[in-house]
Nanobody, 130 residues
Framework: EVQLVESGGGLVQAGGSLRLSCKAS????????IAWFRQVPGEAREGVSS????????YYADSVKGRFTISSDSAKNTVYLQMNSLKPEDTAVYYC???????????????????????WGQGTQVTVSS
């Protein structure tokens, strides 16, 4: 069974940093792209960053370029999102998802790339205070 579990969210002051983790099980990370998304209540889900195989190309939303970094650890089957210089507008629930199709997949743009994503995690709350 494919599962994605996010962790690492929390409350941080503006200018601070957090590192989110997305632990995958039921599949090998190197076989599928993984993306991070965020959502504020009442707003659409926004693509934040993705990593695409086989070459590990990384994509970022303009709003996070230069501040966020996506990385992966194959041995731990985990994808990370290092978030630096956090701003209050980064406050949201952050989700990771597997790049794949299926009846419940959602097409979302991440940076300059649009793809379909399914198998979402439960999300982790990030709150940035001013």
């Amino acid at each position: 069974e494919v599962q994605l579990v996010e962790s690492g969210g929390g409350l941080v002051q503006a200018g601070g940093s957090l590192r989110l983790s997305c632990k995958a099980s039921g599949f090998t990370l190197d076989d599928y792209g993984i993306a991070w998304f965020r959502q504020v209540p009442g707003e659409a889900r926004e693509g934040v960053s993705s990593i695409v195989w086989p070459d590990g190309t990384k994509y970022y939303a303009d709003s996070v370029k230069g501040r966020f970094t996506i990385s992966s650890d194959s041995a731990k089957n985990t994808v990370y999102l290092q978030m630096n210089s956090l701003k209050p507008e980064d406050t949201a629930v952050y989700y990771c998802a597997q790049e794949s199709g299926g009846p419940y997949a959602i097409n979302i743009r991440v940076g300059s790339r649009t793809s379909s994503y399914s198998h979402w995690g439960q999300g982790t709350q990030v709150t940035v205070s001013s």
